[in-house]
T-cell receptor, first 117, second 113 residues
Framework: AQSVTQLDSQVPVFEEAPVELRCNYS??????LFWYVQYPNQGLQLLLK??????LVKGINGFEAEFNKSQTSFHLRKPSVHISDTAEYFC???????????????FGQGTTLQVKP | GAVVSQHPSRVICKSGTSVKIECRSL??????MFWYRQFPKQSLMLMAT?????????EQGVEKDKFLINHASLTLSTLTVTSAHPEDSSFYIC?????????FGPGTRLTVT
């Protein structure tokens, strides 16, 4: 079974400052890793994903994340945030086994990013 | 990118009635769709996995007779909340799977009065 822990429930930050949203996961099998963003009363939008290859992945809106297998982490970063980045961010994992892969996503608890002017 | 729609976006119903929510993949075929429930300020909770042409797989603790799921085609899954009660009020989100990825619908806000 997998689990995901987002270490910060809320992250306040000033506009144009850098930000890191932390995510740790636990799994007995190899996983795919995802970050999603949710704006109020909307569905989820994929920010970025790690499937294989380079451990540093770049996503939309200037976000990037680094997969660290030894620390079982997948922290999300942005060097300079904007007011419009204010939203809820979810880290998620999915089992990457072949025929046994249902594609189910396990989500973390979410982190509210509050960008202040 | 792939687009998933949900209908309705908001619905208010009276206690004891049933409500149907539709989830459609607009530009791709999805053999697997998922239904989630989200309470305010909380994460998404997977309710069930919907597979085209077969019965849905429900997560532990989810009443399958209350939350009826039908995946009649490769682009449509429906969730019917039967005999709704105020505690069923929530934000319901569907997703459709394409390969390794899930694409999410915009959600349906259900309010039961």
């Amino acid at each position: 079974a997998q689990s995901v822990t987002q270490l910060d429930s809320q992250v306040p930050v000033f506009e144009e400052a850098p930000v890191e949203l932390r995510c740790n996961y636990s799994s007995s099998v190899s996983v795919y890793l995802f970050w999603y963003v949710q704006y109020p009363n909307q569905g989820l939008q994929l920010l970025l994903k790690y499937l294989s290859g380079s451990t540093l992945v770049k996503g939309i809106n200037g976000f990037e994340a680094e997969f660290n297998k030894s620390q079982t982490s997948f922290h999300l970063r942005k060097p300079s945030v904007h007011i419009s980045d204010t939203a809820e961010y979810f880290c998620a994992v999915s089992d990457r086994r072949g025929s046994g892969n249902t594609g189910k996503l396990i989500f973390g608890q979410g982190t509210t990013l509050q960008v202040k002017p | 990118g792939a687009v998933v729609s949900q209908h309705p976006s908001r619905v208010i119903c009276k206690s004891g009635t049933s409500v149907k929510i539709e989830c459609r993949s607009l530009d791709f075929q999805a053999t697997t769709m998922f239904w989630y429930r989200q309470f305010p300020k909380q994460s998404l909770m997977l309710m069930a996995t919907s597979n085209e042409g077969s019965k849905a797989t429900y997560e532990q603790g989810v009443e399958k007779d209350k939350f009826l799921i039908n995946h009649a085609s490769l682009t449509l899954s429906t969730l019917t909340v039967t005999s709704a009660h105020p505690e069923d009020s929530s934000f319901y989100i569907c997703s459709a799977r394409e390969g390794y990825l899930q694409y999410f619908g915009p959600g349906t806000r259900l309010t039961v009065t």
